[in-house]
C-alpha cells in the first residue's frame, strides 16, 4: 500500500523558514516526478515545485528563489525548503508522486505564517 506521510508544518513569523518532509512508502514502480501543491483557503490546489526523477526541478513564479524541493533517495524522501515566507504562503501543503502506476498523495500539512 502506497503511503506519502507529511511533516513539518506549522506557524511561523514572515520571513521565517520551514522545511516540509514527505516520506514515500510501498512505491515499488518508477516515478515520473515528485511534486508539492499548495491550497490556500477557499482557493484551487496549485502547483508549487516538481522534481523528475532525473532531478529536474522547476517552480511557480511565486515561490522561485524562495522554496527549495529536494530529495533523499536513502530515505524515500522528499522536501520542500521554504524561505522568506509571506503571509500569502499560508495554507496546506500536499506532496504528489506521479508514478507509471497511478498518482499519490499526502495528506496535507498546514502552513501558517503570520504578518
Known amino acids: 500500500q502506497v503511503q506519502l506521510v507529511e511533516s513539518g508544518g506549522g506557524l511561523v513569523q514572515a520571513g521565517g523558514s520551514l522545511r516540509l518532509s514527505c516520506a514515500a512508502s510501498?512505491?515499488?514502480?518508477?516515478?515520473?516526478?515528485m511534486a508539492w501543491y499548495f491550497q490556500a483557503p477557499g482557493k484551487h490546489r496549485e502547483l508549487v515545485a516538481t522534481?523528475?526523477?532525473?532531478?529536474?526541478?522547476n517552480y511557480a513564479h511565486s515561490v522561485k528563489g524562495r522554496f527549495a524541493i529536494s530529495r533523499d533517495n536513502v530515505r524515500n524522501t522528499i522536501y520542500l525548503q521554504m524561505d522568506s515566507l509571506k503571509s500569502e504562503d499560508s495554507g496546506v501543503y500536499y506532496c504528489?508522486?506521479?508514478?507509471?502506476?497511478?498518482?499519490?498523495w499526502g495528506q496535507g500539512t498546514q502552513v501558517t505564517v503570520s504578518s
Open positions: 504528489n508522486y506521479e508514478t507509471t502506476r497511478g498518482d499519490y
Open positions: 522534481m523528475t526523477s532525473r532531478g529536474s526541478t
Open positions: 510501498g512505491i515499488y514502480t518508477n516515478i515520473n516526478y
